[in-house]
């Protein structure tokens, strides 16, 4: 389920919105690196500064999940998305994949907001991504029978090493990582009562291919280094 054998091209047909997010991640960095553009501006206007978010800038609870403070950070959010974005993508429909991302994020950084001091300042999109890790940690709970054993082992694995190395890394928004985590459960929780709807299929993910017979060893080998690098940086960071 996590391991993808799609060639880019497939990729970018089959996961438009998981594209879309890392291509705006990618857009973001780039503007507030390459000396032509008002870099500092950029990153002043978009990352997430309680104070000003209480003193009227509501659009920096929002602005954080686009924005990365270095060439690692958004690497590394990026990869996360390529590794575990695709099969909600999939499973949710690209509307409500959106819906979850955002909401997730934004619980996360109202969070951050609440809890942390007017001086805090944050930006990325891991509250985002840990939203995912709840909305799967949901699955297990409530519709364990769509995801295989070796897939539930992997996701509480990642979890539940992701939410330890929170509190054991420096520089990490701890808040937005709980509360983001914590939003994608809830929301994964609710969305079960919605099976009907097409939100969760009985049977497993549609349109996902399981099975690895007659990839070129080529696509594997970037492909497994692209996961290897997704876990290592996410949870090491």
């Known amino acids: 389920m996590f391991t993808r054998t799609e060639s880019f091209k497939e990729f970018i ?13 990618i857009i973001i960095y780039l503007l507030t690196v390459i000396p032509l553009f008002p870099n500092s501006l950029i990153f002043e206007k978009l990352a997430g500064v309680n104070l000003y978010i209480v003193e009227g800038e509501y659009w920096r609870l929002l602005s954080p999940i686009i924005l990365h403070s270095g060439f690692s950070h958004v690497l590394f959010n990026s990869f996360s998305l390529v590794l575990f974005g695709p099969v909600l993508e999939r499973l949710l429909g690209k509307t409500r994949f959106i819906l979850l991302y955002i909401t997730a994020g934004a619980a996360a950084n109202i969070a ?42 992997i996701i509480l694995t990642i979890t539940i090493i992701g939410v330890i190395m929170t509190f054991l890394q420096p520089n990490i928004n701890v808040t937005a990582h709980i509360f ?22 009985s049977g497993g993910f549609s349109g996902i291919r399981p099975s690895l017979k007659g990839v070129p060893a080529s696509r594997l080998a970037v492909w497994g280094v692209i996961v290897i690098l997704a876990i290592v940086g996410f949870l090491a960071r």
């Open 13 to 25: 047909r089959y996961y438009p919105v998981v594209t879309a997010i890392i291509c705006i991640h």
């Open 180 to 201: 983001g985590l914590f939003a994608g459960f809830l929301i994964g929780a609710a969305s079960r009562s919605s099976s009907s709807s097409g939100i969760i299929r």
């Open 112 to 153: 951050t907001l609440i809890l942390e001091p007017l001086t805090y300042i944050h930006a990325g999109a891991s509250g985002a991504i840990f939203g995912l890790f709840g909305y799967f940690a949901a699955i297990l709970v409530f519709r364990k029978e769509l995801l295989s054993r070796e897939n539930s082992q």
